[in-house]
């Protein structure tokens, strides 16, 4: 059975602290094959190494067909991924050096080669209708960014960051500014319309104290006992004599 060149090489699981193994999907020869990458919470990515702690795993299967690889449970907490590649040496032990062509060894150099291709293929960029994955695997060596549509390194970011923390900052400074203006906006306003209530209240009690005395006056002019609504001399709370009022 000889491998597909264009079969994925690559399983990935998150941690949980309990789970103990991780089943791959392609074949692979041994360990050699096997890439095993711890990924911590914070993303960064640490090689385990076959049989060593941490993880210290191990495989069954192989062999030119898929398997298994074991590791260490309480090495993988909740929060973290384990990550297994395919991997080569890129060598080829098979010689046809004379005598009878064996059809087995023939099929054995084969899956090697594609097993390489394979791990080749891993480490590129997978292009599935147009786009481009790069399946997890860090990108790494951009250049600055010079064009509008160049991808932007870390570097770069880093460099901008705290200028749009900046403006950040700057644009909710002023609409924190701008709210407490409103707020007194408000408030000055609500003042207001209590003011203007209170003096129209005011008004229509003089408008209509007015109007009372408005009414008297032309009472006592109606009847004659009032010449001169002005020749009251008298303050507010005196008592008027006749006198005062047939003048």
Known sequence: MTIGVLTAGRAQIAGDGVTDRIDL?????DQNNLEVIHVDGNGKRTEWIYGLSPGAWSYTGGNFANGTVHFTATDLQGGEQLIVSLTSSYSQPYAFD????DPA??????????????????????????VY???????????????????????TLDAVTP??????????????EAASYAALADTALADATDEAAAAKTEADRAATLAAG???????????????????????????????????
Not at 226 to 236: F, M, N, R, S
């Open 98 to 101: 004379g005598g009878e062509i």
């Open 25 to 29: 999907d392609f074949q692979f020869i």
């Open 133 to 155: 994955d790069v399946a997890g695997t860090p990108v790494t060596g951009l250049p600055d960014p010079q064009d509008p549509q160049d991808a932007v390194n870390k570097r």
């Open 163 to 176: 200028v749009l923390n900046g403006l950040a900052a700057s644009a909710a400074a002023s609409a924190s």
């Open 213 to 247: 005395m408005d009414a008297y006056r032309d009472a006592f002019q109606t009847y004659g006992y009032l010449a001169d609504w002005g020749t009251i001399a008298e303050t507010p709370g005196d008592i008027l004599d006749y006198g005062d009022i047939t003048a």
């Open 105 to 130: 060894v023939i099929e054995r150099a084969l899956d090697r080669s594609a097993i390489d291709m394979q791990s080749v293929a891993n480490r590129a960029l997978f292009e599935t209708n147009g």
